[in-house]
């Protein structure tokens, strides 16, 4: 009986180039991120979400770390200059954290995906580093300690005053990663507002 000639290795499946590929690679990534994080994702589970292949990724990143960091940091600098320009403006105390919350929360309800990872990836991705200036919380304290030199505020410990006031509107942030926190953040911007200046105020 003649022996039936063994078949072909088979070969991967290559998928074809996809055109946008690294949007496509992003919002994959910030998914998995989300919810199984960032050291269980890997880069061919966010390859095949993505619809891409693996090398598709590895053209527009080193590897996942990469990815994960730019965009941490996308929304990190982005919400550096928006506080900056708020609380940096002309015009009394309230008007200017009015501007700063809501600047937070329309960053927010902007794109609330890439919002979410950057807000649960604080503790991994905040710089330890206390000379860098250029993150919010930094931002934030300097502003802060120069409102108590000019006496727009008592005086304090801007540092506590500064977790004080960014707890009230991330802890709201993350009730509405949770679905504890119905609608947009933008609707709760006045009453987020009232919240920060009471914080800011008291003794």
Do not use: W
């Not at 050291?39 to 598709?56: C, F, L, N, Q, Y």
């Not at 940091?73 to 309230?94: F, I, N, P, V, Y």
């Not at 927010?108 to 919002?115: M, Q, R, V």
């Not at 993350?174 to 920060?196: E, F, M, T």
Request: proline letters at 6%.
């Amino acid at each position: 009986m003649a022996r039936s000639a063994p078949l072909p290795p088979q070969q991967p499946d290559k998928k074809p180039r996809v055109r946008n590929a690294k949007p496509k690679i992003e919002r994959a990534a910030l998914k998995l991120f989300i919810h199984e994080g960032v050291d269980a994702a890997t880069t061919r589970e966010i390859a095949d979400k993505a619809g891409v292949s693996e090398g598709a990724l590895y053209r527009h990143y080193k590897g996942k770390d990469e990815l994960a960091l730019s965009l941490f940091q996308a929304t990190h600098h982005r919400l550096s200059q928006m506080l900056t320009q708020a609380l940096s403006g002309k015009g009394s105390l309230d008007t200017k954290v009015q501007a700063a919350v809501l600047a937070y929360c329309t960053l927010a309800d902007e794109d609330f995906l890439l919002f979410s990872f950057h807000l649960v990836s604080l503790n991994r991705y905040l710089p330890y580093d206390k000379r860098r200036e250029d993150d919010p919380v930094s931002v934030t304290e300097r502003i802060i300690s120069g409102l108590m030199t000019a006496g727009a505020i008592p005086k304090g410990d801007p540092a506590l005053k500064t977790a004080m006031a960014l707890g009230v509107v991330m802890q709201a942030g993350q009730n509405k990663i949770y679905n504890r926190l119905p609608g947009p953040l933008s609707q709760h911007a006045p009453a987020l507002s009232r919240a920060v200046l009471a914080v800011l105020q008291s003794a």
